[in-house]
């Protein structure tokens, strides 16, 4: 409304020009003429349509004629633009991560922001991964030694951790990176990370 | 009787009702809404409703088409409700301040005029009558005059109730929508753009409006007594109430899908039984959309992917989830709001809601009556055959 507002000020100290462009283009034009158009000539009603029903259309021309103003022109572009912004600010303001857990049944994918613990099936027995407040972290897992319990919680885009025995990794991915568009399949990121 | 504004309301409403069956009639991609049913809300701004007027027009012509359409307590309603409240405040404030825009450069520009288009509020011109105000007012916002038409109007209501529906359905669509967002912003412009010409070529041409704005006219035409009678609240409804509201609330608060499901599909049967007619392809629609937008946050085992897209099986779970609760209060809605012409309607006889309808019955039989070509005239002639029609003068 701010803009807008501003917008017709700016109108307004145009008007004063009193150029002849401004005066065609905001319609002194008609105004000059000092007659005012008065549409109602006749009654309308008793007119156009009989007590029979048959009709008196009035020879107007129904074609098209239509008049599309600067102002419209201006304001149609100013919403395409406020459109075009948003799109751009949610492709760059995606800050939504992705959790993307490879286990050797498949691969998953959760949003970070999600609130939830989940568990999955491993090489030995069953993985608990926690997703809560943007952090990832292993609660629980089927597994000899334990190291990834050890490390914690990972919540930065692009961090790692894998439960190699039983065959569980973890990666963070920001919303555009292209591991989430190239997933990967079962046990690669394993094998990889275990040479 | 109704009073006078009354029945101008009764009118537009029905008109409202009316675009948005012809809407339903043009081809169109489903997801794609054009909103013709705002039209006539931009015609009732130009034929001068008072602000009260115009809202009590909103309010009626939101619960008309809950009505009518069987969505009155499914999330449509709340969603349009939320939209049409939105765009059309946003309008009428528009249209507002570009009349008195317009009006005050006018004064300042042009001192002859300026008197003929101050007089509608009776100031500087205090000897002419009623009927010379509304014209030279009527003459004074016709189309050279306006450095903003209804086109602006209309984008603006757009627009602004695109957005109010995208973070409503935000709540039982969830995050996906905002993938959407762009796109229907983009239609919204797009249709929106189309109805402010339509409109504007309506309020130059149409008789129907020249018609209607004669100040004398609401006072003698349209004045005939409705049709429809009604009774009181039966037990029946109680009785549907508690086995559709059981139904729902199971839809609303469970967990699993299979329940959600039984559940719509029990409320589908209702309808079904009790001869609501329900139309299969939208329902069809509506699993589609709505699966297909919980798509756009993937979560749980992927699938398969589409390009960019990840078909994850959680969001597909969840996607089911979310339209059988959206299809389960739609059905609610269908089983428990009463056709317009059924006698235990709540609505008094007399009321400006089947007034409403009685209009809107009338302009629908006219127009398929017709068989004029151009479409201006077609629906102008529709239009004053029936104002001709609903008026006991003749």
């Not at chain 1, 005012?36 to 007590?51: C, E, G, I, N, W």
């Not at chain 2, 009073?3 to 409202?16: E, M, N, P, V």
């Not at chain 2, 099986?313 to 209060?329: A, E, N, Y």
Request: hydrophobic share 45%; net charge positive; glycine share 6%.
């Amino acid at each position: 409304m701010l803009f807008l507002s501003l917008f017709f000020c700016f109108i307004e100290k145009n008007r004063l020009k009193n150029t002849k462009l401004h005066r065609k283009l905001f319609g002194y034009y008609a105004l000059q003429r000092n007659v005012p158009r008065v549409l109602f000539q006749k009654s309308a009603v008793y007119d156009t349509v009989h007590s029979d029903g048959r009709i008196l259309m009035n020879e107007k021309e129904y074609g098209l004629k239509l008049k599309i103003t600067l102002g419209d022109v201006l304001f149609t572009l100013f919403l395409i633009c406020l459109t075009v912004y948003a799109a751009i600010r949610y492709v760059e303001n995606g800050k939504g991560a992705y959790v993307r857990i490879t286990t050797p049944k498949g691969v998953y994918v959760y949003p970070l922001e999600s609130n939830e613990e989940y568990t999955f099936d491993g090489l030995h027995g069953k993985t608990t991964i926690r997703v809560k407040g943007g952090e990832v972290m292993f609660l629980e897992s089927a597994c000899p030694n334990k190291t990834c319990l050890s490390k914690g919680g990972i919540s930065e885009a692009g961090e790692f951790n894998a439960c190699l025995p039983n065959g569980i990794s973890v990666h963070i991915l920001s919303r555009d990176s292209k591991g989430l568009m190239h997933f990967s399949t079962a046990g690669e990121d394993v094998d990889a990370v275990s040479i | 009787m109704l009073s006078q504004s009354k029945r101008k309301i009764a009118l537009f409403a029905a008109l409202c009702l009316f675009c948005s069956i012809l809407e339903l009639s043009i081809p169109k991609p489903v997801f794609i809404r054009l909103g013709f049913s705002n039209g006539p809300l931009l015609v009732a701004l130009y034929s001068g409703f008072s602000f009260v007027e115009f809202c009590s027009l909103v309010l009626l012509k939101i619960f008309l088409q809950g009505f009518i359409n069987g969505t009155l307590f499914s999330y449509a309603f709340i969603l349009s409700m939320a939209g049409s409240v939105s765009s059309s405040l946003v309008m009428f404030f528009f249209y507002k301040l570009l009349v008195f825009l317009s009006k005050k450069s006018k004064r300042r520009k042009n001192n002859q005029y300026a008197p003929v288009i101050a007089s509608s509020r009776g100031e500087e011109k205090p000897d002419s009558g009623e009927a010379d105000k509304k014209k030279t007012m009527w003459a004074g916002m016709c189309e050279e005059k306006f450095s903003f038409s209804f086109i602006t109007i209309s984008e603006a209501g757009a627009f602004v109730s695109n957005i109010v529906q995208i973070f409503v359905s935000r709540f039982f669509l969830g995050e996906g929508v905002y993938t959407l967002a762009p796109v229907i912003l983009g239609c919204g412009i797009v249709s929106s753009f189309v109805l402010g010409l339509l409109t504007q070529l309506f309020c130059k041409k149409s008789q129907f409006l020249d018609t209607i704005t004669e100040p004398s006219f609401f006072a003698a035409y349209l004045a005939k007594p409705v049709k429809y009678m009604t009774r009181g609240v039966k037990t029946g409804r109680i009785i549907k109430m508690i086995l559709g509201g059981a139904c729902l609330t199971l839809c609303l608060f469970t967990d699993s899908v299979t329940l959600c499901g039984v559940m719509s599909l029990c409320l589908l049967l209702f309808c079904v039984f009790t001869k609501r007619k329900v139309r299969f392809v939208p329902v069809a629609w509506t699993i589609v959309r709505t699966v297909a937008i919980s798509m756009f946050v993937p979560a749980g085992r992927i699938l398969f992917a589409i390009g960019d897209l990840k078909i994850t099986q959680d969001s597909i779970f969840l996607g089911l989830h979310r339209s059988f609760v959206i299809l389960s209060s739609t059905f609610f809605s269908r089983f428990l709001v009463p056709k317009p012409n059924e006698e235990e309607s709540p609505f008094k006889p007399n009321s400006i809601y089947y007034m409403s309808l009685d209009y809107f019955k009338e302009v629908s039989e006219e127009w398929y009556k017709q068989k004029e070509k151009n479409l201006a005239r077609r629906i102008d002639k529709t239009l004053l055959i029936a104002i001709k029609k609903c008026s006991n003068v003749w």
